[in-house]
């Protein structure tokens, strides 16, 4: 009788949990087809390094290892609650046909089994007494961590009493030994003791109570899990095998010609893709989105970790409305979860992307609600209506008039792709910073001077230069942005560009990653890693320099995005005077200027200004220098420091500094 109970109990949990999983996936099926299959390797590394390596997790030790322990913990204690299944068929049966290896497994299972103990009363203890911030959500999410955290809790504990409970059987047992390798089970030996005063029979009762106890307890785990935001036990490792292995500055190009086509951008679920339903299903509110956003730190209404639970609640909502084709409520995803102050507080930055430890794609989704609010509703901050007015007028975001682009170059002698026939090795893209801004123009001229010590043969477009597309992407206009992006290519393949440099972070990204998605293929560095190259090589001779304290500030664009941390410290390396000093966030863990996902043309109405956040930090570090290799970031950081009235301090490009050290002269004389 106790089998058959077992077995229908068994069957029961796993035909309940299995509904609710084909439920789960149906939901997906709302969300738009997207290819994810690709490159096995890579995507089995991934999983390998995030899902069993705990690599992202990791990057915060104390509460990294904890998890690591837990998570392990159970990858090996899936063997025990095999094992007490097993049991249920008959009370002495385990894995002991094994052999040699049943004893090593065991012992693990007892050591993994105090691990978890302790990782599961520290996690308790951060929530709960220390109250760590970013664990802090809704009542409901704080009661569904605190049931999860203390299910575990009991079926540790129901593991060592039924395994101590069953040791105390057999030793109680005349004649029968110690069969579960008592010796092995180190800990579970030792808690027998406490049943070794109990007759034979009520051992075995105890037994079956803690028995009964743990395999309840497992079987209610599981069938709670599809209704928990602890749903990511199951479905993190898919996230993270169907996370994008596109390049991490690409954004996905609307198909703007598509036929049938109701609606660009993402208005409600069923304009995502299925995997950015996958990550609601995913995110375990674990806030280290939170922790690092910008905008979140700042006072700002975005939360990242809402955008994701939103979409989750908004799928559970409305997805079997639409399977069984019935009405849905009016209310949509944008507006009625999400609001358009939210999505225009993101900077882009990428941070909680890199810190999510299940690689959930929070910046794709928000710019795509963005899409949906410019391209169908035409709802946009007030600034970028000017923005994008100027674009279309004059091929950049300022009020500048296109003619005048190369009008920085004067008597400097720079040459064009056209006067050059074409006949040149590299082109600079100037970007419309360094065309227009009149800080970056020194930036710019610091940098054609550089090349030219380095005889570099080098031209720029000039007046055929356009804007990169990369504020009206990052802004949702897909539109303007891809107009931009085809005119600009039909340029560069006019002169048979090959090689292009950039000053500007955004220019450089876009080029890179996202202009070959409509046929412009070029090879593409930024101006820091072209500067270390001429200086590794020879081709620019350093001389000692003035002794200066530099703290240098990871742009976005090249850092998170392109990898690019260590260029810019081996170019500040080079300068023999100079002590590099980091800042307490950097390289990828970096804080954002401020002024990404063309947040640079927006007005910052609520809480802190994240320049003025991260001018303090810089400043904590008392620098001579703040250096750079962004104009967004020179700007925000400028503007900080005049607001913090630290005079002494100066705001540089890279290139600035490289050059002073150089010849010694003064940003901006010409070099002929």
Not at 316 to 344: Q, R, T
Not at 659 to 668: K, M, R, S, T, W
Request: charged residues 25%.
């Amino acid at each position: 009788m106790r089998t058959i109970i077992f077995l229908l109990l068994l069957l029961g949990a796993l035909a309940f949990f299995s509904l609710n999983v084909k439920r789960l996936v149906s939901y997906l099926i709302v969300g738009k087809g997207e290819e994810r299959t690709d490159n096995f390797p890579a995507r089995l590394k991934n999983v390998l390094s995030i899902v069993f390596g705990q690599k992202k997790l990791l990057r915060e030790p104390a509460a990294g290892w904890m998890h690591f322990f837990i998570f392990w913990g159970f990858v090996i204690l899936l063997t025990a609650i095999l094992e007490s299944f097993l049991q249920g068929l008959g009370r002495n049966l385990s894995f002991a046909f094994l052999g040699a290896i049943y004893g090593p497994l065991v012992f693990a299972q007892d050591t993994l089994g105090v691990l978890v103990i302790l990782s599961i009363l520290f996690a308790l203890f951060r929530r709960n007494i220390l109250r760590v911030k970013r664990l802090q959500g809704d009542r409901h999410s704080k009661f569904d961590a605190n049931l999860i955290l203390t299910l575990i809790l009991l079926i540790m504990v129901s593991m060592f009493l039924q395994n101590a409970a069953h040791i105390a059987v057999e030793r109680s047992t005349p004649g029968a030994g110690d069969t579960l390798d008592a010796g092995w089970r180190y800990v579970s030996s030792a808690i027998s003791m406490l049943f070794l005063g109990y007759g034979h029979g009520t051992q075995a009762l105890l037994f079956e109570i803690f028995w009964w106890s743990h395999v309840l307890l497992v079987l209610g785990f599981l069938n709670y899990l599809p209704y928990s935001k602890h749903l990511h036990i199951v479905s993190s490792a898919f996230n993270v095998y169907f996370s994008s292995l596109r390049p991490k500055g690409e954004l996905k190009p609307l198909d703007l010609e598509a036929e049938n086509i109701t609606r660009f951008g993402a208005g409600d679920i069923e304009d995502l893709t299925w995997k950015q339903l996958l990550d609601g299903y995913t995110c375990t509110e674990c806030g280290r989105c939170n922790s690092v956003c910008p905008a979140y730190l700042t006072g700002k209404p975005l939360s990242p970790r809402k955008i994701v639970t939103d979409i989750r609640r908004r799928t559970m909502e409305k997805a079997p409305d639409i399977l069984a084709e019935s009405d849905p409520p009016d209310m949509m995803l944008v507006d009625g979860y999400i609001n358009e102050d939210e999505l225009w507080s993101c900077t882009t930055c990428r941070a909680c992307m890199e810190e999510c430890p299940v690689t959930i794609e929070h910046v794709n989704a928000i710019v795509d609600m963005r899409r949906y609010l410019v391209l169908n509703e035409s709802r946009f901050p007030p600034e970028l209506a000017a923005a994008y007015k100027n674009i279309e007028n004059n091929y950049t975001v300022w009020a500048f008039n296109w003619r005048d682009r190369a009008k920085w170059t004067e008597g400097y002698n720079v040459p064009t792709a056209a006067n050059l026939n074409d006949e040149f090795d590299v082109l600079y893209w100037v970007g419309c910073a360094g065309s227009f801004d009149m800080r970056y123009q020194k930036v710019a001229r610091a940098f054609v001077q550089l090349m030219k010590l380095a005889n570099v043969k080098f031209a720029i477009l000039g007046n055929e230069e356009k804007c990169t597309g990369d504020p009206a992407r990052r802004s949702g206009n897909e539109y303007l942005a891809q107009t931009l992006i085809k005119e600009n290519i039909e340029t560069l393949n006019r002169h048979k560009v090959k090689k292009i440099v950039a000053t500007c972070p955004h220019c450089f990204n876009t080029l890179k990653n996202e202009y070959p998605d409509f046929g412009g293929k070029y090879e593409v560095v930024h101006h820091t890693q072209f500067i270390i190259h001429l200086i590794e090589s020879g081709r620019l001779k350093m001389t000692p320099s003035q002794k200066a304290r530099i703290t240098y500030h990871d742009s976005c664009y090249i850092g998170r995005y392109n990898g690019i941390f260590d260029e810019p410290r081996r170019i500040i390396g080079k300068l023999d005077g100079a002590k590099l000093i980091e800042m307490k966030r950097s390289k990828d863990k970096g804080f954002c200027c401020g002024a990404g996902g063309a947040r640079m043309w927006m007005e910052e109405k609520a809480g802190k200004r994240i320049n003025i956040e991260r001018t303090e930090e810089a400043l904590a570090t008392n620098p001579d220098v703040i250096a750079s290799a962004c104009p967004f970031c020179m700007t925000m950081l400028t503007d900080g420091v005049k607001a913090k009235e630290a005079e002494s301090v100066e705001v540089k490009d890279v290139a600035e500094l490289i050059l002073e050290a150089l010849n010694g002269a003064e940003v901006g004389a010409t070099v002929n």
